[in-house]
Structure formats: structure tokens, C-alpha cells
């Protein structure tokens, strides 16, 4: 017998009408992180301009949440300075969306890393260091792992 999800009204907006679905040319920084688990891949391009996300896009293969907290992760990102796209946590993510169902807390996980993982590029590129960015992670089962220890 299968379980029924209830999603909020802001997931579901986030789901059917997403935003900022896409790619940016030429991004200062792009992140892709999935989860082999559930299968879901999320890409993050950024557009950084005078140490400010100018404008954040994704594209992501997945489920509804994935989608939804990968939309919301690019609202919460553009017209952020580098140092306070570092602080959007997955919990934010959730939050900004009114909640996830526990089955789908690791969409916000992957948005999040998404997040970092872009960043790192970012800072790869420009030969910079971030204060307290961590080399990204590929999948997302590793940090599920962890802290489930």
C-alpha cells in the first residue's frame, strides 16, 4: 500500500510553476549534485557580479520537491552576496517553503549542496577562498550517511 505525500501550497506553486528553470551562459559558478538513491540531479548556475548574485538558474531531473526546492533555493540566492548564499541551508530551503514531508527532507539536502557546489566552481575559477565552503560533495547519500551516524 503506497503513503500519500501532502505537500504544501508552496511546493506545489514551486513544482508547477517553477522559477528560474534554465542555464546561464558563461556562470560564474555551476554545481551539480544528485542522489543515486532517488535518482534526482540538480544543476545550479550563478551569475556573480561585485561579489553578488545577480542571478541564480537551475535544472533539475527529479521529483516535484526536488523541483520546488530547487526553485525556491534560485529565489532565496539572487540579490545575495556570496557570503550569505553560503548561510541558505536546506533548512531554509524547507522553511521558505512551508515544510517538506520527512521522505523528502533530501530534496532540501541536494538544494543546499547544489548551493555550495556552485560556489565552489565560483571560487575554483577565480582563484579565491570562501570562508567556511567546503569542497562539494557528488551525491547526497554521503552527507544522509553522516548524519544519520
Not at 8 to 31: L, Y
Not at 40 to 59: C, E, G, H, P, T
Not at 112 to 135: C, R, S
Request: charged residues 25%.
Amino acid at each position: 500500500m503506497s503513503q500519500v505525500i501532502e505537500y504544501s501550497e508552496k511546493v506545489m506553486d514551486h513544482f508547477t510553476n517553477p522559477r528560474n528553470v534554465g542555464e546561464i551562459e558563461e556562470a560564474a559558478g555551476v554545481g551539480t549534485v544528485g542522489n543515486a538513491k532517488c535518482g534526482d540531479i540538480m544543476r545550479m548556475y550563478l551569475d556573480i557580479q561585485d561579489n553578488v548574485i545577480k542571478d541564480a538558474k537551475f535544472k533539475t531531473f527529479g521529483c516535484g520537491a526536488a523541483i520546488a526546492t530547487s526553485s525556491m533555493a534560485t529565489e532565496l540566492l539572487i540579490g545575495k552576496t556570496v557570503e550569505e548564499a553560503l548561510k541558505i541551508t536546506n533548512k531554509a530551503v524547507m522553511e521558505a517553503l512551508d515544510g517538506l514531508p520527512p521522505v523528502k527532507v533530501h530534496c532540501s539536502l541536494l538544494a543546499e549542496e547544489a548551493i555550495h557546489a556552485a560556489l565552489w566552481d565560483y571560487a575554483q575559477k577565480n582563484g579565491i577562498t570562501i570562508e567556511g565552503l567546503e569542497p562539494p560533495v557528488k551525491d547526497i547519500e554521503e552527507i544522509e550517511e553522516v548524519e544519520e551516524t
